[in-house]
Antibody, heavy 128, light 108 residues
């Protein structure tokens, strides 16, 4: 089924930018909706963003909309998250995750959603 | 936004015990409820999807039940590797997927 491996996390100052990557070693990357989810230290999980099969449909959690951009390169089996105007509250471990199997989704929507598998995460620290 | 409230927030149990974690939704969500396990320094792991369907490869000691607003995750015959934090997650609200606040399961 393949693994997901995130990279790109770092220490950045408030207002800075980062681009996270998520490489999928499997053979079916283009058949899955993909998601970014973050785990804030000492707190819970928070869904961040999703992208459809061909990258034409995206959505975001309210606090990141307008600052973060999700994208994908199906030829490279890689998911991205461009994060601009970073804030201290964005500090978290960022995970990428696959949406459900293809039979539950179309290009425009998934009829049911879950996240599996997840990558190991990459730490983003926003601090001055 | 749909609110998910898990209870308890934490609990202590022993190896071999049976525990139940509850997730209550602020509105009816059918069976659009999933459960995940999060161990320190590990990726979250899907346990149950669609309220009661066991994900492939997950031990049968994990069971999910419920519908509409009230859901439970039961772990029977606790094993050492089960001590972790458990999260419920709803997928009823399209494109705004909410997680519960988590239930930390500790060794007594």
């Amino acid at each position: 089924e393949g693994q997901l491996v995130e990279s790109g996390g770092a220490l950045v100052q408030p207002g800075g930018s980062l681009r996270l990557s998520c490489a999928d070693s499997g053979l079916s990357f283009s058949e899955h909706w993909m998601h970014w989810i973050r785990h804030v230290p000492g707190k819970g999980l928070e869904w961040v963003s999703e992208i459809n099969l061909d990258g034409t449909t995206t959505d975001y959690e309210g606090s990141v909309r307008g600052r973060f951009t999700i994208s994908r390169d199906n030829a490279k089996s890689t998911l991205y998250l461009q994060m601009n105007d970073l804030r201290v509250v964005d500090t978290a471990v960022y995970f990428c995750a696959r949406g459900p199997p293809p039979q539950y989704c179309t290009t425009t929507r998934c009829y049911i959603n879950w996240f599996d598998p997840w990558g190991q995460g990459t730490l983003v620290t926003v601090s001055s | 936004d749909i609110q998910l409230t898990q209870s308890p927030s934490s609990l202590s149990a022993s190896v071999g015990d049976r525990v139940t974690i509850t997730c209550r939704a602020g509105q009816s969500i059918g069976n659009y409820l999933n459960w995940y396990q999060k161990r320190p320094e590990r990726a979250p792991k899907l346990l149950i999807y669609a309220a009661s369907t066991l994900q492939s490869g997950v031990p049968s000691r994990f069971t999910g039940s419920g519908s509409e607003t009230d859901f439970t995750l039961t772990i029977s015959d606790l094993q050492p590797e089960d001590f972790a934090t458990y999260y419920c997650q709803e997928s009823y609200s399209s494109r705004m997927y909410t997680f519960g606040q988590g239930t930390r399961l500790e060794i007594k």
